[in-house]
């Protein structure tokens, strides 16, 4: 089995134990050598100054390519390319593009008045530009807003054609997931990379609360397994076979690129990628 191309999405840190937790996940992935890692925007734009201070120093100190979230939530079209232009400017020129959650106490997402009204405008904004490698969020499974399946697959064909290059994938939880979406695409002419998201389960009460929300199946006999892990204290070890064999099924089937959701949380996915193949490759020296 071929090794696969990885990737990493880490979220911003909120207060200091949280950036010291952020570096020691930098500091124990990096060496796995990702294409790129990403760094996320919490929910109604949030973390957005957040998200930019780790992006800085991410691409600062550790030599990683490094990919900015950036939506479309509560900012003016300026405001948001003058924050893209401003990761341009410091050299960083991966942007995942998104729509966007909107605020927590908000009943659904609602456009700011001067601002991008989808994830497409804001992908044709970014394109225009010339300055970019975009990014796009895809859903092998219904996404919760949506008429149905194939209105997500429209929907991502309008982002790639907006000027998107990769589209990266919501977790799922079972290979056929997600190979019936790639099966899907391919049919409605989308010919983009579509890399596949994993989540390593650290938390099996949390993720898969986190899942229902979503929209992403919970298989029954996941549940069953965890249940009886937890009373054995096994879980990492199930959890980590799981993601494995997960994994190992994509690539059997022609994947050969994964995009991990760390949760800021190194140790299962440094175990699943080792278990892959994907040995450590470089180190990283001289950092602040």
Not at 107 to 129: K, Q
Not at 132 to 146: L, S, T
């Amino acid at each position: 089995m071929t090794a696969p191309a990885i990737s990493f999405e880490f979220f911003p840190p909120r207060n200091l134990e949280a950036s010291f937790r952020l570096w020691d996940t930098v500091q124990a992935l990096a060496p796995l050598a990702p294409r790129f890692v990403s760094v996320t925007y919490g929910a109604g734009g949030t973390t957005r100054d957040l998200t930019r201070d780790a992006v800085a120093t991410i691409h600062k100190h550790s030599g990683l390519n490094v990919a900015a979230h950036l939506t479309c939530v509560d900012a003016t079209r300026d405001e948001t390319l003058g924050i893209a232009n401003g990761f341009a400017d410091a050299g960083v020129t991966d942007i995942v593009a998104l729509r966007g959650d909107p605020p927590k106490d908000a009943a659904g997402f609602v456009p700011h008045a001067d601002g991008f009204a989808s994830s497409v405008d804001l992908i044709e904004a970014l394109s225009a530009t010339g300055r970019f490698n975009i990014r796009v969020g895809a859903y092998p499974e219904k996404h919760p807003e949506a008429a149905d399946s194939r209105a997500d697959i429209d929907w991502l064909k309008r982002k790639l054609d907006a000027g998107a290059t990769e589209a990266l994938t919501q977790f799922f939880f079972e290979a056929d997931t997600f190979l019936r979406f790639r099966d899907a695409c391919q049919k409605a002419g989308i010919d983009a990379p579509i890399t596949p998201g994993i989540l390593p389960i650290e938390n099996w009460k949390g993720a898969s609360k986190f899942a229902r929300a979503c929209g992403t199946h919970v298989p029954d006999w996941m549940e069953d397994a965890f249940e009886k892990a937890e009373r054995d204290d096994r879980s990492d070890l199930l959890a980590t076979a799981i993601c494995t064999e997960l994994c190992s099924d994509l690539i059997e089937e022609g994947v050969d690129a994964l995009h991990f959701y760390t949760l800021n949380r190194p140790e299962l996915t440094r175990d699943v990628c080792h278990a892959l193949g994907v040995t450590p490759k470089v180190s990283l020296e001289n950092v602040a």
